[in-house]
Every structure is written in C-alpha cells, then in structure tokens.
C-alpha cells in the first residue's frame, strides 16, 4: 500500500513527512499527518489540527541533495536512487514476488524526485 504522505511527495514533488517542521501562513508548524490527499499540520501553540492542501501557503524546508538523484519508478513508484546514466538503480519490490528485481530498474523514471520548498499559492508578501 502506498502511504499517503508517500502520494502527496509524489504527487506535489514536495518533501512532506511525518513530523517535519513546516510553515503555513508564516506561522511554524508540525505536520502530524495526511488524509485524502491533505495534509494535517499542528500550528505551534494551538490546540487543535489543521489540514491544509500541500501547495497552499506551505513553506517546506530545505532537503540537502541527495548524493545520488532520486527518481519515482514508474514501475512501483516509489522513491528510488537513480544510477549515473539518469536510469533507475535496481532495487527490489514488494508486488508480487518480494524477492524480484523491480521491472522498473534500469528505465528511466517515471519523474525525478524533487523537493519544492515553496509550492503553489503563498500569501503575497509586500516588498
Ligand atoms: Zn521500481
């Protein structure tokens, strides 16, 4: 089963996860899970969740570049290391048979991975 954090990163090319610090509106927040495609995030000092679409007014921290690129299989989709000739890395997967090599690896990916810090809409700032 894909997670849906997973489907949100892949969907928004954003690096949403399970307990990143985040900023929504230009208050700190804490993302504490996701559900039908939204995110629910804690804002610092309230009580109660809020969700939020990923791309809207959501600003994700920097990720460091990975050493390798990263690209979605379109195979198995998921978040896999890609080889220096851009391809897939082999990697396993868990579809039918758990022990198989992906049939995704060595294809190129289905996208790269990547990981906005400003998606979508953002409050418009004054200069
Ligand atoms: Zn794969």
Not at 1 to 12: A, F, H, N, P, V
Not at 21 to 34: H, L, M, S, W
Not at 53 to 74: L, N, S
Not at 82 to 105: A, L
């Amino acid at each position: 089963m894909t997670s849906t954090m997973e489907w949100i990163r892949r969907t928004y090319d954003v690096p949403a996860r399970h307990g990143m610090r985040i900023e929504y509106d230009g208050k700190p927040a804490t993302i504490v899970g996701a559900g039908g495609g939204y995110l629910r995030f804690r804002i610092d000092g309230e009580k109660r969740r809020t969700v939020g679409h990923p791309c809207y007014r959501i600003v994700y921290p920097a990720v460091p570049e990975p050493a390798r690129p990263r690209g979605w299989c379109q195979c198995c989709l998921k978040d896999r290391a890609m080889t220096k000739d851009c391809v897939m890395g082999n990697h396993r997967w868990y579809g039918r048979n758990w022990s198989e090599q992906c049939p995704g690896s060595g294809k190129f990916p289905w996208k790269p991975v990547r990981n906005l810090t400003h998606p979508g809409e953002q409050r418009q700032v004054a200069a």
